[in-house]
């Protein structure tokens, strides 16, 4: 090993470092990853990233045919991939869903919380109570309670890493988005509250806040270009990210390389304007 004929100090500045080991530059080798919303957009991104890093990816969405193209694009991919139907603000859903990554794969390493709906788009004091639950139930709670269903199974294989997908929204209210925009804004606050909790397991928690991304999801703010333009301006970005943009930077925070990050949000915007 390259490290051994180093002097004691600088030896010391390489350990633990899985790039310079010498190792598979597979990061996730032998890992298990679950990603939920994982059937388009930045979830598929993810579910492949993983993979491709050498992760056994395991992804749910609410519809079996979203599921089974996932699961088919990828594993044409020669990707391990498997994948089942999930509606994450449904309890028996998320339950249902650990199971069977558990019973296909046998273990949980890592978990990427990715689903999220607005189902409202104006002026906040428009948005009624029912809308309020909606949004926190899927966009927080859902993330919380996956949070809660996993780390048993990862303190099993002595860790593990877990990233929640918030958003810029969370930083900067974005005009027309206001309840997804504090949801977004609480998954900041639950990665922080977490971190400190989860130590002990050895579980990191992480967050990712994208810009403005080119999926569906996001379409009402790109598709126009004066709504694209006057969205871009507003964030402080010059551009649109790509789905594999965000999913690069969850690599880097379900893997080894950020061994050293826990509590953390990263921002993945272009440069957009991200303080509190
Ligand atoms: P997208 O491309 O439209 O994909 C949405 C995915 O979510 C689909 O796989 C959909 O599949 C699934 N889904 C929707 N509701 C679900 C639910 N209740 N339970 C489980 N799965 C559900 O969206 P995206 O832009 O990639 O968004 C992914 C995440 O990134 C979200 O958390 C979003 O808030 C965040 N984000 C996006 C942007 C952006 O500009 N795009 C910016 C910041 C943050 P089914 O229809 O089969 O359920």
Not at 130 to 137: A, E, G, M, Q, Y
Not at 238 to 250: C, F, K, N, S, T
Not at 269 to 275: H, I, P, T
Request: proline share 4%.
């Amino acid at each position: 090993m390259w490290r051994a004929g180093l002097p004691g100090g600088l030896r010391a500045v390489f350990e633990g470092s899985p790039l310079s080991s010498g190792g598979s530059p597979r990061l996730l080798e032998g890992k298990v990853a679950l990603v939920t919303a994982g059937t388009d957009g930045i979830g598929l991104g993810v579910a492949e990233a993983l993979g491709v890093a050498g992760a056994q990816v395991f992804l749910s969405s609410r519809r079996a045919h979203n599921v089974q193209r996932a699961v088919e694009t990828l594993r044409g991919r020669g990707l391990q991939v498997s994948g089942v139907t999930c509606h994450v603000g449904r309890a028996e859903d998320r339950e249902k869903m650990v199971q069977a990554a558990l019973d296909t794969f046998g273990a949980i390493d890592i978990l990427v919380s990715n689903a999220a709906v607005n189902p409202h788009f104006g002026p906040i004091l428009e948005a009624d109570e029912s809308t309020w639950d909606k949004v926190f139930r899927v966009n927080v709670t859902a993330a919380a309670m996956l949070v809660r269903l996993v780390v048993p199974h990862m303190e099993k294989r002595g860790g593990g890493a877990i990233v929640l997908m918030s958003s810029i929204a969370g930083y900067q209210p974005m005009r027309g988005l206001g309840p997804y925009g504090v949801s977004k804004a609480a998954l900041l606050g639950l990665v922080g509250a977490l971190s400190p909790e989860l130590r002990r397991s050895r579980v990191r928690v992480n967050g990712v806040a994208p810009g403005l991304v080119r999926s569906r999801f996001s379409a009402a703010l790109w598709e126009d270009e004066a709504v694209r333009e006057q969205a871009l301006k507003e964030l402080g970005a010059d551009r649109l990210g790509a789905p594999a943009e965000v999913a690069q930077a969850v690599l880097f925070l379900v893997s080894p390389l950020a061994s050293f990050v826990a509590g953390q949000t990263l921002v993945v915007a272009g440069g957009a304007w991200s303080r509190l």
